[in-house]
């Protein structure tokens, strides 16, 4: 699945992220789960790895708390 640029709000529903397109209301939605993580996360980071010509989300560390989503995908 390829995201374009752009702001999201981003649930859990059962074993999966939906993230919704602020822009034009369209979900998305792939496997991954919550975890506790290191923090307490002072903010919201989103880590990446390079894959050919995009960008793929590993891991989003939840500012403000110990949790991260990460993908199983």
Known sequence: MLLKAGEYTVKVQGSNVVFTSEETAKHYSVPGKIEKGSGPYRKTVIETTKKGDTDQIDEI??????????FTE
Not at 61 to 70: P, V
Request: proline letters at 0%; glycine letters at 20%.
């Open 61 to 70: 560390d939840l500012g403000g708390s110990s949790d991260k989503l990460t």
